[in-house]
């Protein structure tokens, strides 16, 4: 199984400012990886798939990078609706699905 | 509009029974594949099942294989998740999601907790 690791844990952010989360996996994915958005008492939301594509209606503010093992969720200007947790899963090797801690970004 | 509904969740006690379902519309059901990922309070998401379009193909995580039976009926646009000898940890809020590898649209969820 592939081990996804999240860092880091907690991000505080200033709303305008640049947010850069990032998204470790244990073995090679290639850029079979996707983020997600969840806001409290809400489901998850797609954001990014195949590492940097992003999802129907994403803004562009939204973007990722990445392959092999290494990836990066940036958000170029923290809007208010912006704060929430987010996920990113590996689709490479499956079954299982398997997604990482999750990252916090949360108003500085 | 893609639109999921999850049911049937609620309280069992631990070696019970529950059965979930997801009511889908504005999507052609038949031709995606679903999956169920659920989220225990407070905790990160896991994965538990998916089902191919015409249903030949299914998949477990390990921590439900032969507890837990993913099915769906085409002609009632409904994906179901038997949840048998459900333990403690298994309570969580379940999803219901289309697609599998990039779970593209996703249900509210419902909560199943498992107590005596």
């Known amino acids: 199984e592939i081990v996804m690791t999240q860092s880091p844990p907690t991000l505080s952010v200033s709303p305008g400012e640049r947010a850069t989360l990032s998204c470790r996996a244990s073995?090679?994915?290639?850029?079979?990886l996707a983020w997600y958005q969840q806001k409290p008492g809400q489901a998850p939301r797609l954001l990014i798939y195949g590492a940097s594509t992003r999802a129907t209606g994403i803004p562009a503010r939204f973007s990722g990078s990445g392959s092999g093992t290494e990836f990066t969720l940036t958000i170029s200007s923290l809007q208010s609706e912006d704060f929430a947790v987010y996920y990113c899963?590996?689709?490479?090797?499956?079954?299982?699905?398997?997604f990482g801690g999750g990252t916090k970004v949360e108003i500085k | 509009e893609v639109q999921l509904l999850e049911s049937g969740g609620g309280l069992a006690q631990p070696g019970g029974s529950l059965r979930l379902s997801c009511a889908a519309s504005g999507f052609t059901f038949n031709t995606y594949a679903m999956t169920w990922v659920r989220q225990a309070p407070g905790q990160g998401l896991e994965w538990v099942s998916a089902i191919s379009g015409g249903g030949d193909s299914t998949y477990y995580a390990d921590s439900v294989k032969g507890r837990f039976t993913i099915s769906r009926d085409n002609s009632k646009n409904t994906l179901y998740l038997q949840m048998n000898s459900l333990r403690a940890e298994d309570t969580a809020v379940y999803y219901c999601?289309?697609?599998?590898?990039?779970?593209?649209?996703w249900g509210q969820g419902t909560l199943v907790t498992v107590s005596s």
């Open positions: 899963q590996q689709y490479n090797n499956w079954p299982p699905l398997t």
């Open positions: 999601a289309r697609d599998l590898s990039w779970p593209t649209n």
């Open positions: 073995q090679s994915v290639s850029s079979n």
